[in-house]
């Protein structure tokens, strides 16, 4: 194509970069035990597929070139006539086979699963395998992956499963990322952040009856510190990626409406109790909420739908989860702010504070307080998105990246 002959089937080089690169990656693709894992790697024929070597390093040389390659076309597939107009769930498994292990069959529990996880399997390990021995004593073991190929994957769950809402693909990948044995410390901080989040909902629960009002907030703000902190120095000690699926930016951007809130005339939490008007305020503000996301998801998710009865129901429910994602940050944002904040600077805190040690002559409801905070704040996170209109809302929680492309 370097010629002039080939200037007119230029447009076909993204295609054959791709033939390149899933022809190539086939023999890593397999999981070790499998009859096809060991007929490529217990022979030695695929040292001398470029030529006669007594190393993998010219195939495995030739491999990551065709990855890199192939990614710069993926990464900018909406400039390319060939993929335009690809599906968006297409367009997702040419990620995943771009940088994700092949899940192999299911087996044990997985088989009576109608859908298993495609992201889970770890990074796509482009390396050598380990050997050991020589002649009829050489064993041969799978890779472990490399910070190459671990940067990969993490690239491409920024740059392609965020910015569509893959909520499940995203901690799908993060988890096969941090797997067993190696990481589980990682894992253990998502199940203490997890129980953290149950103790907190039980507590907020506790909060609509009235004689455990007091004792309920006290633990219900323990909860969220501990939670935080743990999210804090998960993401400090693990890096950024494993805060990518808990979306950050949402309950930072729920504080600006925060400090709206506090800045507020007490007019607004004096005069709220549950009833029709409440209910209607939560169901106009989650519904815009939710019909933004859901445009943005489909905008970020381009290309033509060929199948009109399940991809929309899929974007719907990714809309859905970050909503609901949201939601739980936007609630965690509102009961801080509300319960230490605005009892401190906003107006008549002194009877904001006799509401929540339930000693105030004010016939107003705290949960009713918290729900209209939750709802005030997620809306507020959600719209002010157009603030940094470069990054989706569900983009990690940074500034700088030092790459070409950006």
């Known amino acids: ?40 790697w217990r022979k030695e024929i695929l040292k001398h597929l470029f030529g006669r070597s007594d190393t993998w390093v010219p195939l495995v040389r030739k491999v990551r070139e065709a990855r890199d390659i192939w990614r710069g076309h993926l990464n900018r597939h909406q400039s390319l006539p060939l993929f335009d107009h690809a599906s968006p769930l297409a367009i997702e498994e040419e990620v995943r086979w771009l940088a994700f292990q092949d899940p192999g069959p299911p087996k044990g529990f997985f088989k009576s699963l109608p859908y298993r996880p495609k992201f889970s399997n770890g990074p796509l390990t ?61 894992l253990v901080a998502y199940v203490t952040a997890a129980l953290g989040l149950v103790l907190v909902i039980a507590f907020f629960s506790a909060i609509l009856m009235p004689f455990m009002e007091s004792v309920s907030i006290t633990f219900t703000l323990l909860a969220i510190g501990v939670c935080y902190l743990l999210i804090g120095f998960g993401t400090l000690i693990h890096g950024r990626a494993w805060a990518m699926p808990l979306f950050l930016r949402i309950p930072a951007a729920g504080a600006v409406g925060l400090i709206v809130l506090v800045a507020f005339h007490p007019d607004w939490w004096e005069n709220v109790t549950w009833g ?21 998801a489909r905008n970020h998710n381009t290309g033509m739908i060929s199948d009109r009865g399940w991809t929309p129901f899929v974007l719907a429910v990714r809309a859905l989860s970050v909503t609901i994602t949201g939601l739980v940050h936007s609630l965690f944002v509102a009961v801080v702010g509300m319960i230490t904040l605005t009892t401190v600077f906003g107006e008549k805190n002194h009877q904001l504070r006799e509401v929540w040690a339930g000693t105030s002559d004010l016939s107003v409801s705290p949960s009713a307080i918290l729900a209209a905070a939750t709802f005030w704040c997620l809306a ?27």
Do not use: N
């Open 1 to 40: 194509m370097s010629g002039k002959e080939g200037t007119a089937h230029r447009h076909l080089e993204p295609l054959a970069a791709r033939t390149r690169f899933l022809a190539l990656s086939e023999p890593f693709r397999h999981r070790a035990g499998d009859a096809e894992w060991e007929g490529w």
């Open 126 to 186: 482009l390396c050598e395998p380990k050997e050991k021995g020589k002649g009829a004593r050489r064993k041969v073991a799978p890779p472990d992956p490399t910070a190459a190929d671990k940067a990969v994957l993490v690239d491409v769950v920024e740059r392609h499963l965020l910015p569509r809402f893959a909520v499940g693909a995203t901690w799908s990948a993060v988890w096969g990322l941090y797997r067993p044995p190696v990481y589980h410390r990682a």
């Open 380 to 406: 507020a996170g959600v719209f002010s998105q157009i603030l940094w209109d470069d990054q989706p809302i569900t983009a990690p929680l940074s500034h700088r990246r030092w790459r070409d492309e950006r």
């Open 276 to 296: 029709w008007g409440l209910i209607s305020a939560l169901v106009v503000l989650g519904g815009v909420s939710f019909g933004y996301l859901l445009i943005e």
